[in-house]
């Protein structure tokens, strides 16, 4: 699986837009983008994913450059609730994939500010 | 609600008696794992099952046993815990779909067991 490179730490206000990057210029044509958090000690909480293609949901929006290397996670409208370590991991699609040596890496811990 | 519940959510036990940690989810997935996670070292699987009455071993299955009777239970059985077993450990589960299979994992909230 490919490598990624985040920011070790970044400050939000409440309300305010958090844009998380992710670097990721290894990643190959198959490999899917996800991004998880984890808030301390509870399990970590699945996000987003994507191939190619901008992806939207409840929670985040997952904008991916259209070379693949890189990506951004953003949290619309940030609350105290969204303080947590970010995750950004890539993954190859296999249908034999056991999600072992599963390498959640650093992060990005997220704190939001009133 | 879709979830995966553990539990217990904390445990402490003396060396040497067995236990077992629950794991079950409800969203009629085929695929199910455990992890342990330690500072520093991530998370790290332990055994996973594609589906009922499969399973295999992961990175690091010396010491614990796991089941997968049914569809929506994959227990974390410990025969005999000792000290380094102690660790935060997480259940798992997601949706096999086959040829487009890039459903995300979805974690239980943990158990932290500490062995004496």
């Known amino acids: 699986d490919a490598k990624t490179t985040q920011p070790t730490s970044m400050d939000c206000a409440e309300g305010r837009a958090a844009n998380l990057p992710c670097n990721h210029s290894?990643?190959?044509?198959?490999?899917?983008v996800y991004w998880y958090r984890q808030i301390h000690s509870q399990g970590p909480q699945y996000i987003i994913h994507?191939?190619?293609n901008n992806e939207t949901n409840e929670m985040a929006s997952l904008i991916i450059t259209e070379d693949r290397k890189s990506s951004t996670l953003i949290l619309p409208h940030a609350t105290l609730r969204d303080t947590a370590v970010y995750y950004c991991?890539?993954?190859?699609?296999?249908?034999?994939?056991?999600?072992?040596?599963?390498?959640f890496g650093a992060g990005t811990q997220v704190v939001v500010t009133p | 609600e879709a979830q995966v519940t553990q539990n217990p959510r904390y445990l402490i036990t003396v060396t040497g008696k067995k236990l077992t940690v629950t794991c079950s989810q409800n969203?009629?997935?085929?695929?199910m794992s455990w992890y342990r996670q330690d500072p520093g070292l991530g998370l790290r699987q332990i055994y996973y099952?594609?589906?009922?009455?499969?399973?295999d071993k992961g990175d690091v299955p010396e010491g614990y046993k796991v089941s997968r009777k049914e569809k929506r239970n994959f227990p974390l059985i410990l025969e005999s815990p000792s000290p380094n077993q102690t660790s935060l450990y997480f259940c798992?589960?997601?949706?096999?779909?086959?040829?487009?299979?890039?459903?995300?994992?979805?974690f239980g909230n943990g158990t932290r067991l500490t062995v004496t």
């Open positions: 994507g191939l190619k």
């Open positions: 099952s594609m589906n009922v009455e499969v399973t």
């Open positions: 991991i890539v993954r190859v699609q296999k249908t034999t994939d056991s999600w072992g040596k599963l390498q």
């Open positions: 290894t990643i190959s044509g198959n490999e899917y």
């Open positions: 798992a589960s997601r949706y096999r779909s086959g040829v487009a299979d890039n459903s995300p994992l979805h």
């Open positions: 969203m009629n997935h085929e695929y």
